[in-house]
């Protein structure tokens, strides 16, 4: 199992874009200097505790402070924007990234974002499916052509040089890795990914929806006549490592991972009923869905040697996955124990996991 990265990126409101761009900065270099492999960096045009509208520039800061790990949106919203500047922006940033560039996509599901952009959401998936189709289709292009999508129109044209048309190529071949990202139970985003062949990523959520994903991602993948593999499946979860169970549970609590949980997520999950998301057994009260609750049962928090346990077990109820991507939340508050935190679950934790082999 690889050890990744991901994040909405999430700072309390009060941050300024420019103090949010430079903790996600940071946070980028230690991950880099720790070894882990991968980090995903979200889009959101309306939302105070995710605010960044433009991941792609967060991206192409980092490659100019980070060695070896791979980078990428995860995702850009794909409904968002029209897909052939997309095309070009995201073969743009590969040449950048030298071969550690990953291209994450969303469809979006933020209901203001959509109000913001005058799209209507029930059509957010349909716009998915015809932007990322042209985006391959110009990578792709020998020869010019013309597409009349339902949401889109593109002609692509070689030109005369040196008033060219489209020229741009991905540097990765025949483009870099695709990743999307689930949220919700049988999540159609997955399905996509599946029959596709991309990168499927599961968002944090509870052990039962969780399943749902990994049987969207083999529905989707059997659809299409490919085998699923396990070892792509990225999962993400909130982890916190500190010296004891005590320390973890306290830095997981009264942290900004506690205050996002308290201010925002809890009280989104409350007003939409999707408290059952976070839930480690159905059976569980709504009002017991607490901060306090969900460092214990939702979270992986403790001593590394808690840690460790926690997701062996948490493996193991998976069916297994390649990849873990640690959920970041700005902790600037608390910024050496958040690196601290990174640091053990490297170095002390990845190291001592006992795991069963995944399937080829």
């Given at each position: 199992?690889?050890?990744?990265?991901?994040?909405?990126?999430?700072?309390?409101?009060?941050?300024?874009?420019?103090?949010?761009?430079?903790?996600?900065?940071?946070?980028?270099?230690?991950?880099?200097?720790?070894?882990?492999?991968?980090?995903?960096?979200?889009?959101?045009?309306?939302?105070?505790?995710?605010?960044?509208?433009?991941?792609?520039?967060?991206?192409?800061?980092?490659?100019?402070?980070?060695?070896?790990?791979?980078?990428?949106?995860?995702?850009?919203?794909?409904?968002?924007?029209?897909?052939?500047?997309?095309?070009?922006?995201?073969?743009?940033?590969?040449?950048?990234?030298?071969?550690?560039?990953?291209?994450?996509?969303?469809?979006?599901?933020?209901?203001?974002?959509?109000?913001?952009l005058g799209i209507d959401g029930a059509a957010t998936r349909d716009m998915t499916r015809e932007s990322l189709e042209i985006i391959l289709k110009i990578w792709a292009a020998e020869e010019p052509f013309d597409f009349i999508g339902k949401y889109w129109k593109v002609s692509y044209s070689k030109g005369t040089f040196p008033l060219s048309g489209a020229h741009l190529k991905p540097f990765q071949k025949p483009h870099p890795p695709i990743g999307i990202s689930g949220l919700t139970a049988n999540s159609a985003t997955l399905k996509i990914a599946g029959q596709a062949g991309f990168?499927?990523?599961?968002?944090?959520?509870?052990?039962?929806?969780?399943?749902?994903?990994?049987?969207?991602?083999?529905?989707?993948?059997?659809?299409?006549?490919?085998?699923?593999?396990?070892?792509?499946?990225?999962?993400?979860?909130?982890?916190?490592?500190?010296?004891?169970?005590?320390?973890?549970?306290?830095?997981?609590?009264?942290?900004?991972?506690?205050?996002?949980?308290?201010?925002?997520?809890?009280?989104?999950?409350?007003?939409?009923?999707?408290?059952?998301?976070?839930?480690?057994?159905?059976?569980?009260?709504?009002?017991?869905?607490?901060?306090?609750?969900?460092?214990?049962?939702?979270?992986?928090?403790?001593?590394?040697?808690?840690?460790?346990?926690?997701?062996?077990?948490?493996?193991?109820?998976?069916?297994?996955?390649?990849?873990?991507?640690?959920?970041?939340?700005?902790?600037?508050?608390?910024?050496?124990?958040?690196?601290?935190?990174?640091?053990?679950?490297?170095?002390?934790?990845?190291?001592?996991?006992?795991?069963?082999?995944?399937?080829?």
């Amino acid at each position: 199992m690889n050890l990744g990265f991901f994040a909405q990126p999430a700072h309390p409101p009060e941050r300024t874009p420019f103090q949010c761009q430079e903790w996600d900065l940071q946070v980028l270099r230690w991950l880099d200097e720790l070894g882990y492999t991968e980090a995903w960096l979200g889009e959101h045009h309306t939302l105070p505790w995710e605010p960044n509208p433009a991941p792609d520039i967060l991206v192409a800061q980092a490659l100019r402070e980070t060695k070896r790990i791979r980078l990428g949106p995860g995702g850009i919203c794909l409904p968002y924007h029209n897909p052939a500047v997309v095309a070009n922006r995201i073969a743009w940033l590969d040449h950048i990234a030298q071969g550690r560039f990953n291209f994450g996509i969303a469809a979006g599901s933020v209901v203001s974002d959509w109000q913001l952009l005058g799209i209507d959401g029930a059509a957010t998936r349909d716009m998915t499916r015809e932007s990322l189709e042209i985006i391959l289709k110009i990578w792709a292009a020998e020869e010019p052509f013309d597409f009349i999508g339902k949401y889109w129109k593109v002609s692509y044209s070689k030109g005369t040089f040196p008033l060219s048309g489209a020229h741009l190529k991905p540097f990765q071949k025949p483009h870099p890795p695709i990743g999307i990202s689930g949220l919700t139970a049988n999540s159609a985003t997955l399905k996509i990914a599946g029959q596709a062949g991309f990168i499927p990523m599961s968002l944090s959520i509870s052990l039962p929806f969780l399943a749902t994903h990994w049987q969207a991602y083999v529905e989707g993948a059997e659809k299409a006549g490919r085998i699923p593999r396990r070892a792509d499946w990225r999962v993400c979860r909130e982890v916190i490592v500190a010296e004891t169970d005590a320390a973890a549970h306290k830095l997981a609590t009264e942290g900004n991972l506690g205050r996002f949980a308290r201010e925002y997520i809890l009280r989104v999950a409350k007003d939409y009923g999707l408290l059952r998301w976070y839930k480690h057994d159905p059976s569980v009260p709504d009002s017991d869905v607490t901060v306090d609750y969900m460092a214990k049962h939702t979270w992986i928090v403790g001593s590394p040697a808690t840690v460790r346990e926690k997701l062996e077990r948490y493996y193991d109820q998976t069916g297994g996955f390649g990849t873990l991507l640690v959920f970041g939340v700005d902790h600037v508050e608390h910024a050496s124990a958040w690196h601290e935190s990174l640091q053990a679950l490297s170095t002390e934790v990845h190291p001592k996991l006992r795991l069963h082999e995944l399937p080829a």
